[in-house]
């Protein structure tokens, strides 16, 4: 490469001509349709190796809307849409927001799971630099920005993929700096999520939280990927806005594979069933950690035949979604 700048110091028609670049510095041929290829695997390479550099071995990804903000924030824009509404009460646009940013504000509280889930796994998981089941989000605002700040609380690392879009927002200010990844393709950043994953917990959110979702139910129900817990946080929600009973009912899905995914309410039920399903990774952190299951409260937890958490021993429920994927 030095070698390479010492050349193209030289001043002259030659050296000045696009063709004369390196290759892998010359933006404008590695922007071609042809090389879309070799940016594919730079794409996936990158990431994979400083991860590996960092010694992360596996993942619990998390993922919500990034409009659901901390609560604090919920109930100022609920006041500001509240005092919208008196002011012209009979405006259609108003009303309408106000219906929204009174949903908004309930759901505000899964920010703070959210956050507090990011805290009891990364106390566990990463003690004297340990580095299973680190955090991993899209890294932006609202859920993920509360799951990456909640990693930072306790002092660990935690990891954002981003991606590049029209009006996307920066990375949020709490994924690690070394860990914050841009991606272009969609496609190679769920690539990412899921191959160290754990473990998918998924918050109320849109478009983008249902894709991630529906993709990790597609590989696990067609046995791409292994079986990992699948946490849908908030029942009342996924019931309201997804059907799943009725996939069932139309035969377009079978009834098992309604087991391929859990109900959970609170972050130490969803850290319960995380670890009752990787027993011996997490006995693992605890071991490396000197134990910690105070803070965690527990190992345990079960799902009943309805997909909720009855807080009995969780293990054989766990196994039974382990079954033999590749």
């Given at each position: 490469m030095k070698t390479a700048e010492q050349s193209e110091a030289v001043d002259s028609p030659q050296t000045s001509s696009p063709s004369y670049q390196l290759a892998y510095a010359d933006k404008a041929f590695l922007s071609r349709d042809e090389?879309?290829?070799?940016?594919?695997?730079?794409?996936?390479?990158?990431?994979?190796?400083?991860?590996?550099?960092?010694?992360?071995?596996?993942?619990?990804?998390?993922?919500?809307s990034t409009r659901i903000p901390e609560p604090g924030v919920a109930e100022s824009r609920l006041a500001?849409?509240?005092?919208?509404?008196?002011?012209?009460?009979?405006?259609?646009?108003?009303?309408?927001?106000?219906?929204?940013?009174?949903?908004?504000?309930?759901?505000?509280?899964?920010?703070?799971?959210?956050?507090?889930?990011?805290?009891?796994?990364?106390?566990?998981?990463?003690?004297?630099?340990?580095?299973?089941?680190?955090?991993?989000?899209?890294?932006?605002?609202?859920?993920?920005?509360?799951?990456?700040?909640?990693?930072?609380?306790?002092?660990?690392?935690?990891?954002?993929?981003?991606?590049?879009l029209p009006r996307e927002e920066r990375p949020n200010a709490y994924v690690t700096p070394e860990l914050s990844f841009q991606f272009h393709y969609f496609a190679v950043r769920k690539m990412h999520?899921?191959?160290?994953?754990?473990?998918?917990?998924?918050?109320?959110?849109?478009?983008?939280?249902?894709?991630?979702?529906?993709?990790?139910?597609?590989?696990?129900?067609?046995?791409?990927?292994?079986?990992?817990?699948?946490?849908?946080?908030?029942?009342?929600?996924?019931?309201?806005?997804?059907?799943?009973?009725?996939?069932?009912?139309?035969?377009?899905?079978?009834?098992?594979?309604?087991?391929?995914?859990?109900?959970?309410?609170?972050?130490e039920d969803a850290w319960r069933l995380i670890q009752a399903f990787h027993r011996p990774l997490s006995a693992h952190s605890e071991e490396a950690a000197g134990g910690n299951e105070g803070a965690t409260g527990g190992a345990t937890g079960t799902v009943g035949a309805t997909g909720t958490v009855d807080g009995s021993d969780g293990a054989s429920k766990a196994r039974t979604h382990r079954g033999g994927a590749e």
């Open positions: 090389l879309r290829g070799v940016r594919l695997q730079l794409e996936l390479l990158k990431p994979e190796l400083t991860q590996r550099d960092l010694g992360i071995s596996s993942t619990v990804v998390i993922f919500g500001a849409a509240e005092a919208a509404v008196e002011r012209a009460p009979g405006d259609a646009g108003c009303v309408r927001e106000l219906a929204v940013a009174r949903r908004i504000a309930e759901k505000a509280r899964y920010y703070e799971e959210a956050r507090r889930l990011g805290q009891l796994i990364t106390q566990v998981s990463q003690h004297n630099g340990h580095r299973d089941l680190v955090v991993v989000t899209g890294g932006g605002p609202g859920i993920m920005e509360a799951a990456n700040r909640g990693a930072q609380d306790v002092g660990g690392k935690s990891i954002g993929l981003s991606i590049a999520f899921l191959l160290r994953a754990k473990a998918l917990v998924v918050f109320p959110g849109g478009y983008g939280t249902l894709d991630e979702l529906f993709e990790t139910l597609t590989l696990i129900q067609t046995r791409k990927v292994k079986p990992v817990p699948v946490l849908l946080f908030g029942r009342a929600y996924w019931e309201r806005v997804i059907r799943f009973d009725e996939l069932a009912a139309e035969g377009t899905i079978a009834p098992e594979d309604l087991e391929l995914f859990q109900y959970v309410e609170n972050a």
